[in-house]
């Protein structure tokens, strides 16, 4: 059993600031960290291998101090890193670097085949949650994103079933693998490493991967496999806030102010079961 | 079984990273444990360091990239009253040319990473976000390695080094070190103020990568024991003040009022105007001295920096101890595993060449000096005022003759300080710095 983690590295921080001129994020004196989402899909990669064994492969496009990432998934229970590292990977977009990570999959998977990628469900950075699919697609896997759980995992029989959150609650699915999975947070809480296996993470070697060794295609790599071009970025509006009731002022009032606004909306009291019109007198709260 | 290692080193601070090197520099294998998501993430500093220590560890530091703020070409001290006060500027080539990097400016966060990462690149394993919560002992009391907060989180070793800063839990824990008393402890609040470095360059009247030192004494501390200090970073001040954590609680006074004033004192309100606040720190400092040094070495373990109460309060010289004290303790431990003695007599070998250094020497000389800070108060509240108010006087042009001025100064000065009291306070000052 084999899954492969893909990792990326980003600014930690709520202060983001934008270079004017290319419209592009400023990464300079910002902390860097494994992207949170990933990060749980580094747990979970680890869950399922000491339910079921087998071998973990973190992998990383990024400058050569991203190999830290590497080595907190190590330290966590991946069994190598790989860090891809070369002047021609940089400017990716999600398309080039999906194109840059599939590659070496394909190279990871000659060695031992690969069942299942697990990618956080989205960078912090760039938030486009684009990476994955992209590469679900390359590689031809079953694409299954935005997953809360897995439900259960059957490298044999080729099989996998997942819970994903969807716009209207949940959906349990079951695919076949080869799958890559796109992770949210809740999906598993990473843990701590212990004391030795983090000494022994930050001995190990990682293995740097250039556009010779993933046999890229020069055109299809960095910036000139990069057709997105950001024309302008900027914050959405805020969002306006709805009526405020004082609770301070008198808690029954504001509550029975709020239940009003509540119950005069039709679609919300269709959806909560109470007959349109009806007023929300002593006995709707049971008194 | 636990990880075992030959040393272990508490704290990525100056002082443990400081050691970690020179072992490292001798093929002793060693593991620097911090509590820090990175190393310096938890430190803070007036912001200066020392070349010629730093240089004893890594020699080419400046080549290295070494995050310099800005090099250090005149230091001025003030002493301030109320509204104005005295300055006293020292400027010298020499520190812009020859003996560029003696003393210059640091952010504690960056310089500390920078720092641990030399010591990386010679193999030594920085391990962060690790709190030690205790120390191994075998029968006999040695210590034998340490305990951390992570799973399976045992270190084994020949010897732990201490250099976990003065917020020392482990010192305190293991009662290698009495917990400080508040007389022997400041408090000082920081706060970086943000402006442009063509702005800061021409406000203090240096060249690009130059700045200045400012250290200010007076009624800046609103009557406590304390100081000010203003430095230049590349684009930022660093502003500190601060005092004995006794007089804080006396005079009940709030760190962030503190700082607050500070800002609008008519001096420094100019040099800081339209800054905007950056980053905003507090942190203690062992201000002890000489007197209060613990024993520095026992069965397995010595201490280093700020835990080991290290700290030249007078002449604000705290890293460059640590460094120091790091360096000699990781000699101290080089002879000892050849030696493969590590018992308290051969480590004790560190405290004679600790008395041996400029370190002890230098607390030495200044033993009495936070002694005779506490002790003459009036150099904190009255004398500011009485002295800035004899300069004004004597500045205001209003056609009374000099020496009816000076006569009257004198009386307003002695009104509030007596004669008497007035040379014990310079005697008692030549005496405790002699
Ligand atoms: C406001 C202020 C201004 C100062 N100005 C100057 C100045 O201008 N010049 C100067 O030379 N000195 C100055 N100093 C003093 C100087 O900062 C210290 O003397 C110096 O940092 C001491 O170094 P250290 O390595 O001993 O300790 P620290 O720098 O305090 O490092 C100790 C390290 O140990 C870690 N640690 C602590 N406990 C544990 C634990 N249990 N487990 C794991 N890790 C732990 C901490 O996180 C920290 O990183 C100033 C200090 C202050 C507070």
Same mark, same amino acid.
């Given at each position: ?40 899909? +580094? ?121 994903? *959150? ?25 843990? *701590? ?9 930050? *001995?190990?070697?990682?293995? +740097? ?79 | ?54 240089? !004893? ?12 703020? !800005? ?29 560029? #990097? ?81 007389? #022997? ?17 021409? !406000? ?60 609008? #004192? ?147 000065? !002695? ?20």
């Amino acid at each position: 059993m084999h899954i492969v983690c893909c990792l990326k590295q980003v600014p930690d921080t709520a202060d983001v600031k934008i270079d004017p001129e290319t419209n592009t994020l400023v990464r300079e004196g910002l902390e860097s960290i494994l992207n949170p989402y990933d990060l749980v899909a +580094v747990e979970m990669a680890v869950r399922l291998k000491e339910k079921h064994g087998g071998r973990i492969s973190a992998l990383c496009m990024g400058p050569p101090q991203a190999q830290s990432v590497l080595r907190q998934a190590m330290s966590l229970g991946a069994d190598a890193g790989i860090l891809l590292s070369d002047r021609a990977f940089a400017g990716a977009d999600t398309l080039a670097t999906s194109y840059t990570l599939a590659q070496a999959v394909l190279i990871l998977n000659r060695k031992t085949p690969v069942n299942l990628i697990i990618c956080g469900k989205q960078a912090i950075d760039g938030d486009t949650a684009q990476t994955g699919p992209g590469l679900a697609t390359r590689l031809d896997y079953t694409q299954l994103t935005y997953v809360t759980a897995v439900e259960s995992f059957d490298p044999k029989n080729k099989l996998i079933r997942i819970k994903r *959150r969807i716009e209207e609650g949940q959906e349990i699915l079951e695919a076949e693998l080869p799958a890559l999975l796109t992770v949210e947070l809740e999906s598993a809480r990473p843990r *701590r490493a212990s004391l030795p296996e983090l000494i022994a993470s930050m *001995r190990k070697d990682i293995e +740097v991967w250039d556009k010779k060794k993933i046999e890229g295609d020069a055109n299809q790599l960095g910036i000139k496999g990069s057709p997105t071009w950001v024309r302008k970025m900027g914050a959405p509006p805020p969002r306006t806030s709805g009526p405020r009731f004082e609770a301070a002022k008198g808690l029954r009032e504001a509550v029975d102010q709020s239940l009003d606004i509540i119950f005069a909306d039709g679609f919300m009291a269709e959806e909560l079961g109470i007959p349109t019109g009806v007023h929300h007198g002593k006995d709707s709260r049971g008194n | 079984m636990s990880e075992c290692c030959d040393v272990v080193i508490v704290g990525a601070g100056p002082a443990g990273i400081s050691a970690a090197c020179i072992l490292a520099d001798h093929g002793v294998e060693t593991i620097v444990l911090e509590r820090g998501e990175f190393p310096g993430s938890k430190n803070m500093s007036g912001g200066v360091l020392y070349g010629h220590d730093l240089a !004893r560890i890594i020699p080419d530091f400046a080549e290295r990239n070494c995050p310099i703020e !800005r090099n250090i070409v005149e230091s001025r001290i003030w002493f301030t009253s109320k509204e104005g006060g005295y300055s006293l500027a020292y400027r010298d080539r020499i520190f812009e040319e020859q003996r560029r #990097h003696n003393v210059f400016t640091v952010g504690r966060a960056r310089f500390d990473r920078w720092f641990a990462e030399q010591a990386g690149q010679k193999g030594v394993l920085v391990v962060c976000g690790t709190v030690v919560t205790d120390l191994l002992k075998d029968e006999s009391g040695k210590v034998r390695g340490v305990r951390t907060d992570r799973e399976q989180g045992e270190l084994e070793a020949k010897v732990v080094l201490l250099a976990d800063g003065i917020n020392s839990l482990l010192a305190a824990k293991t009662g290698f070190r009495p917990e400080p008393d508040p007389e #022997h402890v400041a408090l000082a609040v920081k706060e970086i103020i943000g402006l442009p470095e063509e702005t800061i360059s021409e !406000r203090f009247n240096v060249a690009p990568e130059d700045g200045v030192s400012i250290e200010i004494l007076g009624s800046v501390t609103r009557g406590m024991n304390g100081v000010g200090v203003l430095y230049t970073n590349k684009n930022s001040l660093s502003l500190v003040i601060g005092g004995n954590l006794k007089d804080f609680a006396r005079l009940r006074l709030k760190p962030y009022e503190l700082i607050e004033d500070f800002k609008t #004192h008519p001096m420094v309100a100019p040099l800081i105007k339209g800054g905007k606040p950056r980053e905003y720190l507090a942190h203690w400092l062992p201000e002890g001295g000489y007197d209060h040094v613990p024993r520095l070495y026992g069965d397995g373990y010595l201490i280093a920096g700020d835990s080991g109460m290290l700290f030249n309060a007078l002449h604000r010289e705290g890293s460059n101890m640590a460094m120091v004290s790091g360096k000699i303790a990781a000699e101290t431990i080089i002879q000892a595993i050849q030696k493969s003695d590590f018992s308290s007599e051969s480590l004790g070998v560190y405290a004679q060449r600790l008395k041996d250094s400029f370190i002890m020497k230098d607390l030495k000389k200044y033993r009495r000096f936070p002694g005779f800070l506490q002790k003459h108060e009036d150099i904190f509240n009255t004398l500011p005022d009485s002295l800035s108010m004899a300069a004004r006087d004597m500045l205001t042009v209003d056609g009374v003759d000099k020496k009816t001025k000076q006569s009257r100064s004198w009386k307003m000065i !002695r009104s509030k300080t007596s004669r008497l009291r007035l040379l014990r306070i310079l005697f008692n000052a030549w005496r405790s710095v002699k």
